[in-house]
Nanobody, 126 residues
């Protein structure tokens, strides 16, 4: 099992940057594919970005390509989401998620993930 704790959310003006962190418990973090998801009020949870177990393969939703970067540090049991050029439509609760897998590709489907953090609010004002 793994427990996930997100941090780094907050209020930012459009055009600004934030970096989210997700700290994982346990000694097998390097065995998990990781993903960042978001959910805005009245909308379904959606994928933002994902990274495979090694950090060598990533996936991004079209809406964040070129603006967001996912990365991981397996020595620190942490996955990051660097968010640049923020837009008001990026406002949502952001969740990190984990799936135990050695697959070489990142996992982009919500239902595939087994473990979820409690989320961190990101609000972007215009």
């Amino acid at each position: 099992q793994v427990q996930l704790v997100e941090s780094g959310g907050g209020l930012m003006q459009a055009g600004g940057s934030l970096r989210l962190s997700c700290a994982a418990s346990g000694r097998t973090f390097g065995s998990y594919a990781m993903g960042w998801f978001r959910q805005a009020p009245g909308k379904e949870r959606e994928i933002v970005a994902a990274v495979n177990w090694s950090g060598g393969s990533t996936y991004y939703a079209d809406s964040v390509k070129g603006r967001f970067t996912i990365s991981r540090d397996n020595a620190k049991n942490t996955v990051y989401l660097q968010m640049n050029s923020l837009k008001p439509e990026d406002t949502a609760v952001y969740y990190c998620a984990a799936k135990l897998t050695s697959a070489p590709m990142p996992i982009s489907m919500t239902y595939e993930y087994n473990y979820w953090g409690q989320g961190t609010q990101v609000t972007v004002s215009s």
